[in-house]
């Protein structure tokens, strides 16, 4: 089902957030290009884009995590490097079967319930730990206070 963009997605960060609403307009119109059947080079350009956009935004998500000294983003950058697989599996079902119904739902699925998903249980992890840092609040913060003891 084609879900419309809400703030409920937000996870307050509004560079990211932006792509994320980027990231929905592409996967539907991956899923619209499928769906009308239109001409097969027609499908193989939403496709990239939808590939082009996720290369982007995943890269803009990655820098964020490296800067802000993320602990885990090696288990994040694994869950877009999935996804690109999942994308190059797609592309190679389209050219091989041509779009129709099946396809389109399964892009859908893959694309847009994915960042619906990815959003809720990985993304606001690392935006909860900027925050916290922001605080002076995550473990590092943590260890550069001084104990009473020190005083
Ligand atoms: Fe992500």
């Not at 027609?42 to 935004?57: Q, S």
């Amino acid at each position: 089902m084609l879900r419309e963009w809400s703030d409920i997605y937000s996870i307050g960060i509004e560079e990211i957030d932006r792509q994320h609403q980027g990231f929905f307009a592409a996967s539907h119109r991956l899923y619209e290009a499928i769906l009308d059947r239109e001409a097969k080079t027609a499908v193989i350009d939403a496709v990239a884009f939808m590939r082009a956009y996720a290369e982007t935004h995943f890269s803009t998500e990655e820098d964020f995590m490296r800067r802000h000294d993320y602990p885990d983003l090696d288990v994040h950058v694994r869950q877009h490097v999935a996804f690109m697989r999942r994308l190059d599996a797609l592309e190679n079902d389209l050219r091989t079967f041509g779009p129709g119904q099946e396809l389109a739902d399964r892009a859908l699925e893959m694309t847009q319930d994915w960042l619906i998903d990815h959003i809720a249980d990985e993304d606001v992890l690392y935006a909860l730990h900027v925050k916290a840092g922001e605080l002076g609040d995550h473990p590092a913060g943590h260890r550069e206070q001084p104990t009473i003891g020190d005083r």
